[in-house]
């Protein structure tokens, strides 16, 4: 490689539904890659200095399927990754109340307290921050409504929005309850942004209510957010000088995305332990077959979607710089990858 030798191929994801992650838990990943004489690491189970590179993308052989926030914040500051693709599934972003709010829908959250996490120590860390604003202003405009319609209290980051030097969790079950949650029950907000299985527990857990249930918003612009859409990215050496490792990568992630619309019950027992929120956690988060949908693509809808993202994050200040969207993607590696599955699809048929 141009920087570093390459002798690992690592990966590293958040604790959501992915392809790649149910390709992690099947094996097919690590046996890809140690079969052709490589190492094969996981970096939440790496050594804990590795640990920042889930932020920075910095670690030649790396794949990352993640938040965008952190993703896009990272390649504003200039580092060497590149999307190979993204996937979107509705992981419950929700605005939560109190039940005695009197706050039914987002029409009522105008002049509402509304929790904003603090900003960590980067702009990438600071994704729990970006997350909030997002939600309640995609929440807002449902209704006709903007930001300055609200009042923000600034609340505890929390674990989550801890800075990317921090070692992180392989799942989120070790930390606290999601930004925001505590001021809720406490009395100190009157709405949270959430999203996610855990989320879904710690909701019934304080008795929480949903106000405005984004996953419902019929137009797919008010549900863009850190995940939605979530690239998959990979450290530009490796692309230019092994893209077959690259396209190996996104068909074993294609291949288990194939497997996932045909068993249903076992990608739901893979989330509850990726999730730390056990199975009642899943079945409140995950619309019903959202099993099928995990295949990872470059559509132009999701290209837009994710424009729609990167305009707002360097709107509000989590990007250092402009992204030029069009010379972050690599298109190619993903086709070579369906290509490769649908050409096993059709051998199968004509077996």
Same mark, same amino acid.
């Given at each position: ?8 191929v ?14 992690l ?10 079969g052709d ?15 920042r ?8 052989g790396?794949f ?10 990272a390649?504003?500051?200039g580092a060497p990754?590149?999307l190979?693709g ?5 992981e419950?972003?929700?605005i ?13 959250l ?7 996490p603090a900003w ?5 860390g ?13 929440a807002?405009?449902?209704a ?10 600034e /609340?505890a980051?929390?674990?989550?929005? !801890?800075?990317?030097t @921090?070692?992180w969790? =392989? %799942?989120? +079950? *070790?930390?606290? $309850?999601?930004?925001?949650l ?6 100190? /907000?009157?709405a949270?942004?959430?999203? !996610?299985?855990?989320? @879904?527990?710690?909701? =019934? %857990?304080? +008795? *929480?209510?949903? $106000?405005?249930?984004?996953d419902?918003a019929?137009?797919?612009r ?6 939605t ?9 490796l ?28 990608v739901?027992?893979v ?11 899943v079945d409140?988060?995950y ?6 949908a995990?295949h990872?693509d470059?559509?132009?809808e ?16 989590f ?10 993607t ?17 051998g199968e048929?004509?077996?």
């Amino acid at each position: 490689m141009t920087t570093q030798s390459l002798d690992t191929v690592w990966y590293t994801r958040c604790p959501v539904p992915t392809a790649s992650g149910l390709a992690l838990h099947r094996g097919t990943l690590a046996a890809e890659f140690t079969g052709d004489g490589l190492a094969f690491g996981v970096l939440q189970d790496g050594p804990a200095e590795l640990a920042r590179h889930h932020f920075d993308h910095e670690l030649v052989g790396l794949f990352r399927e993640g938040g965008n926030v952190p993703a896009l914040a990272a390649r504003s500051e200039g580092a060497p990754s590149r999307l190979i693709g993204l996937t979107w599934i509705d992981e419950w972003q929700s605005i939560l109340v109190r039940p005695d709010s009197g706050i039914t829908d987002a029409a009522g959250l105008k002049g509402a307290r509304v929790a904003l996490p603090a900003w960590a120590d980067s702009r990438a860390g600071s994704f729990p921050r970006a997350m909030a604003l997002h939600g309640f202003a995609g929440a807002l405009a449902t209704a006709g409504l903007g930001l300055a319609d609200v009042r923000f209290v600034e /609340v505890a980051s929390g674990t989550r929005g !801890g800075p990317p030097t @921090a070692r992180w969790p =392989a %799942r989120p +079950g *070790a930390g606290e $309850a999601w930004p925001g949650l505590d001021a809720l029950a406490a009395g100190e /907000v009157d709405a949270v942004y959430v999203k !996610g299985a855990r989320s @879904a527990e710690d909701a =019934a %857990r304080i +008795g *929480a209510v949903v $106000a405005v249930d984004l996953d419902a918003a019929a137009d797919r612009r008010f549900r863009v957010n850190n995940g939605t859409p979530r690239p998959i990215t990979v450290h530009e050496d490796l692309l230019a000088e092994r893209e077959d490792l690259v396209v190996r990568f996104l068909v074993q992630t294609l291949r288990a995305a194939d497997w996932a619309a045909a068993n249903p019950d076992d990608v739901r027992g893979v989330l509850a332990a990726e999730t730390g929120s056990g199975s009642d956690g899943v079945d409140r988060a995950y619309r019903p077959g959202f099993h099928t949908a995990l295949h990872p693509d470059l559509s132009e809808e999701r290209r837009e979607l994710l424009r729609i993202q990167k305009d707002f994050l360097l709107t509000h200040g989590f990007l250092a710089a402009d992204v030029d969207l069009a010379a972050w993607t690599a298109d190619e590696p993903l086709a070579r990858a369906r290509e490769i599955v649908a050409a096993e699809h059709a051998g199968e048929l004509t077996a």
